[in-house]
């Protein structure tokens, strides 16, 4: 009978540390998603043509921006601006202008 209870609590240890893994994982999901600057920055959210835009400036020419197909893509696209550096952009824009 030693060895059951000795198995049980050893299950109920591994379930504990499992749990504990899982409630670690979810508070970095949540810390990651409060570092992003579309949720540190709150840009404006629009609907521009075909797509929502996500821009945090006066306007669309001088402004951090992206677009996308839904509000979550263009917040997405709006990070992945914010993070581009403006010799990148200005590259971009040459090439596409």
Same mark, same amino acid.
């Given at each position: =009978?030693?060895?059951?209870?000795?198995?049980?609590?050893? =299950?109920?240890?591994?379930?504990?540390?499992?749990?504990?893994?899982?409630?670690?994982?979810?508070?970095?999901?949540?810390?990651?998603?409060?570092?992003? &600057?579309?949720?540190?920055?709150? &840009?404006?959210?629009?609907?521009?043509?075909?797509?929502?835009?996500?821009?945090?400036?006066?306007?669309?020419?001088?402004?951090?921006?992206?677009?996308?197909?839904? &509000?979550?893509?263009?917040?997405?696209?709006?990070?992945?601006?914010?993070?581009? &550096?403006?010799?990148?952009?200005? !590259? !971009?824009? !040459?090439?596409?202008?």
């Amino acid at each position: =009978m030693s060895n059951l209870d000795d198995d049980k609590q050893m =299950m109920v240890v591994e379930a504990a540390c499992h749990a504990i893994a899982i409630n670690q994982q979810a508070e970095r999901m949540v810390i990651g998603e409060r570092e992003r &600057p579309s949720y540190l920055w709150k &840009p404006k959210l629009s609907f521009d043509g075909n797509q929502w835009c996500a821009f945090y400036g006066e306007n669309l020419q001088d402004c951090v921006v992206g677009f996308g197909d839904s &509000p979550a893509k263009a917040m997405l696209e709006f990070d992945r601006a914010w993070k581009t &550096p403006l010799q990148n952009v200005e !590259r !971009r824009h !040459r090439a596409n202008g």
